[in-house]
């Protein structure tokens, strides 16, 4: 009877043990699934390209792409810095979206050689030292490109460091086939915001919206638009636009600072990606998504309740920490990729199958990154 009841309480704790590890391993990963709703991924071989010591154009950093999907490949259009200061625009190309190959030369370069107006008030030097240099620590060229194909027609715009105190868009346009053929006859670039000011992260729709040009220039208090015959219009008249930043009091975006890659069309609306965060906190950009009116994109319709991208891992904090920087997202056979920068030295991206994702943010689950 003693050894009986002896060895029931060691079957039974065993049993217990058993329960409780398919428990942990398979009650509480649906239980948290169900929770986080729809998740954005973040790839395995993250990051996927990263300075390269091999040419001095790009041996500082690369960061805050431009992506476009022409059916064929995945081009990303990044931003390079090197020893000189000067951001170059560097291209890379993917079948699958996640594997890139790299351009050996630039593909986009706009010299702006360094005049004291570039530099830095707060630091007495009068060489480039990237430490001493806000913007991605450039000193000129043209900085975090977007890119869009309208009807056969790459149109990109950028940043253009001009001074301490005005940071301009240019745009400027290629044919896909030049593109394709690595013919780089880009149209003289056009400069669509006003001297003197400071302005970042406009981004352009993929088509034309009641046939004009469209361009989403500001977030709060209200979604700005501004639409155009052609895109001279923008350049004979610069477009006046606002610098508020005031977003969601007591959430995670309280202070917006502006659309991250361009609009992406889905049957739903508008999949718009924007950069946001909470003053209180130490992150300087989290990504967050909102869903625009398809014939109105001024209206929201869905907006996320959390960042579905912020900086925690080291690829996201190395140079200058906090920072990711979603400038370019592709649909890709039913996938959301988002590229972007991290810590404005490394590019990496991060996926989700688009339709769970769309209903996850319309029924208010939170997307949360995994």
Same mark, same amino acid.
């Given at each position: 009877m003693n050894e009986i009841i002896y060895i029931y309480p060691l079957k039974a ?61 995945? #081009? ?18 993917? !079948? ?16 702006? @050689?360094?005049?004291?107006?570039f530099r830095n008030p707060f630091a007495d030097i009068g060489r480039y030292d990237?430490?001493? #240099? ?9 900085? *975090? ?19 301490? !105190? ?11 086939? *030049?593109?394709?053929?690595?013919? /780089? ?28 040009? =469209? ?11 501004? %639409?155009?015959? $052609? ?27 502006? =659309?991250?890659?361009?609009?992406? &069309?889905?049957? %739903?609306? /508008? ?14 950009? !989290? ?5 625009? *009116?398809?014939? *109105?994109?001024? &209206? ?10 912020? @900086? ?7 140079? &200058? ?5 979603? $400038? ?19 590019? $990496? ?6 339709? @769970? ?14």
């Amino acid at each position: 009877m003693n050894e009986i009841i002896y060895i029931y309480p060691l079957k039974a704790i065993a049993l217990l043990s058993a329960a409780l590890v398919v428990y942990l391993l398979f009650g509480r990963s649906r239980r948290a699934r169900g929770a986080q709703g729809a998740t954005l991924t973040r790839a395995a071989e993250n990051p996927i390209l990263e300075p390269n010591p091999e040419f001095s154009w790009e041996d500082s950093a690369v960061f805050n792409p431009a992506a476009f999907y022409d059916g064929e490949h995945v #081009y990303l259009l990044y931003r390079a810095l090197g020893g000189d200061g000067i951001s170059r625009i560097g291209c890379a190309q993917s !079948k699958d979206g996640i594997h890139f190959t790299r351009f050996r030369n630039p593909v986009f370069v706009m010299n702006t @050689p360094p005049s004291p107006k570039f530099r830095n008030p707060f630091a007495d030097i009068g060489r480039y030292d990237r430490d001493a #240099y806000a913007s991605g620590g450039g000193w000129g060229g043209s900085e *975090d490109p977007r890119a869009v194909l309208i009807d056969g027609v790459l149109h990109m715009n950028f940043g253009v460091f001009d001074s301490w !105190k005005s940071i301009r868009v240019a745009l400027t346009s290629i044919t896909l086939p *030049d593109f394709r053929a690595r013919i /780089w006859n880009w149209a003289p670039h056009l400069f669509i915001s006003p001297e003197k000011e400071t302005h970042k992260n406009w981004v352009l729709f993929p088509e034309k919206i009641r046939g004009k040009f =469209a361009i989403l220039h500001a977030l709060t208090p209200k979604v700005m638009i501004d %639409y155009a015959d $052609s895109l001279e219009e923008w350049e004979n008249q610069p477009i006046r636009s606002n610098n508020h930043r005031g977003g969601r009091d007591g959430h995670w975006d309280e202070f917006v600072r502006g =659309a991250a890659a361009p609009p992406l &069309k889905t049957k %739903y609306g /508008w999949l718009q990606l924007y950069h946001a965060m909470n003053p209180r906190e130490n992150h300087g950009y !989290k990504v967050g998504v909102m869903i625009l *009116d398809l014939k *109105d994109p001024t &209206k929201i319709l869905y907006r996320s309740s959390k960042p579905v991208l912020e @900086p925690q891992e080291w690829y996201e904090n190395d140079w &200058k920490p906090g920072v990711v920087y979603a $400038s370019g997202a592709v649909i890709k056979d039913g996938t959301l990729f988002v590229y972007y920068g991290g810590g404005d030295k490394r590019i $990496s991206m991060a996926t989700a199958p688009l339709e @769970p994702f769309l209903h996850a943010l319309m029924h208010d689950n939170e997307a949360r990154l995994i």
